[in-house]
T-cell receptor, first 112, second 115 residues
């Protein structure tokens, strides 16, 4: 039982490049989330999906887009990467919106 | 704006002692409370959930919730060096805005257990 799987684990981009972070969960959870974690800032919610077919902005959505591809998969896209988006990105899922969230291992993204 | 406040630490305790981690939150309507442990370079791991006033015990961990004081704490008994990590308090739900999605995290308290 893998839980929440994120790919890739590490990535280095140049400013202006685009990329998509992938997330898949095998717990049959309804809700999925994308966070970024920066030193001194804690975990901040970028986007979330309460259920298949819906997405909503979180605290820091600018510069990102998301797609809830199906119940299992929730991707995060950086259209034009900026150095300020250098961070560790975590995907999480939960059965319902107010239930505990379970996190993937994270993607460490550096933008030069 | 919902806020969750934690002392950043570091909190240093000797092996075998009780570590006490504290968290306050601003949204009086909050319904669900969680403690996560995060080792350096790793992802947050859920260790405790608490939903009602009082204490909840799980092994060496005890979560305490006081909604009137808007305060939640985590006690770790018989602390071990392997407990050295950052502990994140997270608060979910609440009447304001009608949205339950937002799991607001504190910035975490770094705990160091010295052998």
């Amino acid at each position: 039982n893998a839980g929440v799987t994120q790919t890739p684990k590490f990535q280095v981009l140049k400013t202006g490049q685009s990329m998509t972070l992938q997330c898949a969960q095998d717990m049959n959870h309804n809700s999925m989330y994308w966070y970024r974690q920066d030193p001194g800032m804690g975990l901040r919610l970028i986007y979330y999906s309460a259920s298949e077919g819906t997405t909503d902005k979180g605290e820091v959505p600018n510069g990102y887009n998301v797609s809830r591809l199906n119940k299992r998969e929730f991707s995060l896209r950086l259209e034009s990467a900026a150095p300020s988006q250098t961070s560790v990105y975590f995907c999480a899922s939960s059965d319902l919106l107010n239930q505990p969230q379970h996190f993937g291992d994270g993607t460490r993204l550096s933008i030069l | 704006q919902k806020e969750v406040e934690q002392n950043s630490g570091p909190l240093s305790v000797p092996e075998g002692a009780i570590a006490s981690l504290n968290c306050t939150y601003s949204d009086r309507g909050s319904q669900s409370f969680f403690w996560y442990r995060q080792y350096s370079g790793k992802s947050p791991e859920l260790i405790m959930s608490i939903y009602s006033n009082g204490d909840k015990e799980d092994g060496r961990f005890t979560a305490q919730l006081n909604k009137a004081s808007q305060y939640v704490s985590l006690l770790i008994r018989d602390s071990q060096p392997s407990d050295s990590a950052t502990y994140l308090c997270a608060v979910n739900g609440g009447a304001s805005g009608g949205s339950n999605y937002k799991l607001t995290f504190g910035k975490g308290t770094l705990l160091t257990v010295n052998p």
